[in-house]
């Protein structure tokens, strides 16, 4: 089997695991609440980081100076971004998170591309077109008020490019476990304050109830999918790679007909078919 063929099965794999990251997790936070889901959900994943960094003998790169900064700033972002995202699916459908957070493209490509340095061309702006025009439609299905979960994970997903840039510095100076182990740690305690000042506290008896969506979701989706994201993208382009997450969606739409018994609108349907082929325009070389 080849490394680029290899590389598409991990992009598979990852879209797999992420499109399933909406239904394990709102099924727990319905059940504890959006931070306390997070705070055991990165428990799961901290386990998970922390044996292979120890595993590699890399413990000493977290305290790397010259990577503190970018570590730093990497960590506040995308503490800020899952925090926002987990209490959006409070409020809105885990169809329509996956849909709204796939605009990390978009947003992408306004701050780096139009505002920034670089100019899109013909085919990118059409992209940038389509994904508006997709997200429009799916934040205002046959109607002009936002549904505030969907806010909020708009918001995240404006976030998520500003943490990306970060994550890659920080990444040119320590390896991947070594900054997914750093922003685990770091937002631990700032979600554990978050959960005692403005939830209601949680009993073993309902932490053991959805025990299971809370390690699949932690150990698969903040964990494992991470590790697939760095070994599809070491054997395929990051191009290729963003075009092949644009699945991700499409495997929440059906998890979330089969085991949630949701159903989009044909608006919304629309919607997310715009914003997937608004982002295979947006990711073409």
Same mark, same amino acid.
Do not use: C, P, W
């Given at each position: 089997m080849s490394e680029e063929r290899k590389g598409e099965l991990f992009a598979i794999a990852l879209c797999f695991f992420e499109g399933l990251f909406p239904i394990w997790s709102i099924i727990a936070v319905r059940k504890i609440g959006s931070i306390h889901t997070y705070l055991a959900s990165l428990v799961f994943a901290i386990l998970?980081?922390?044996?292979?960094?120890?595993?590699?003998?890399?413990?000493?790169?977290?305290?790397?100076?010259?990577?503190?900064?970018?570590?730093?700033? !990497?960590?506040?972002?995308?503490?800020?971004?899952?925090? %926002?995202?987990? @209490?959006?699916? *409070? &409020? !809105?459908?885990?169809?329509?998170?996956?849909?709204?957070? %796939?605009?990390? @493209?978009?947003? *992408? &490509?306004?701050?780096?591309?139009?505002?920034?340095?670089?100019?899109?061309?013909?085919?990118?702006?059409?992209g940038v077109f389509l994904m508006g025009i997709g997200a429009f439609i799916v934040l205002f299905p046959g109607r002009l008020s936002v549904n505030l979960g969907d806010l909020f994970v708009l918001i995240a997903a404006m976030t998520a490019p500003i943490a990306n840039l970060y994550q890659k510095r920080a990444r040119l100076l320590v390896s991947s476990e070594v900054v997914l182990l750093f922003r685990s740690l770091f937002a631990f305690p700032i979600l554990a304050i978050l959960a005692f000042l403005f939830e209601k506290s949680v009993s073993f008896k309902d932490y053991r109830e959805v025990f299971i969506y809370l390690f699949l979701s932690g150990f698969f989706v903040l964990g494992l999918s991470k590790i697939f994201w760095l070994e599809a993208l070491h054997r395929i382009s990051i191009t290729k790679l963003s075009a092949m997450a644009s699945l991700i969606p499409l495997f929440t739409l059906v998890f979330a007909f089969f085991l949630l018994g949701e159903t989009p609108t044909s608006l919304q349907l629309f919607g997310a078919f715009l914003i997937i082929l608004g982002s295979i325009f947006i990711t073409r070389n």
């Open positions: 998970f980081f922390a044996v292979l960094v120890f595993a590699k003998r890399e413990f000493k790169e977290l305290f790397k100076k010259e990577a503190l900064k970018d570590l730093l700033l !990497t960590s506040f972002f995308i503490t800020f971004m899952f925090v %926002l995202i987990y @209490i959006g699916l *409070s &409020y !809105t459908t885990a169809s329509n998170m996956s849909i709204i957070l %796939l605009l990390q @493209i978009f947003f *992408s &490509y306004l701050y780096f591309n139009l505002f920034g340095d670089e100019k899109m061309d013909l085919v990118h702006t059409l």
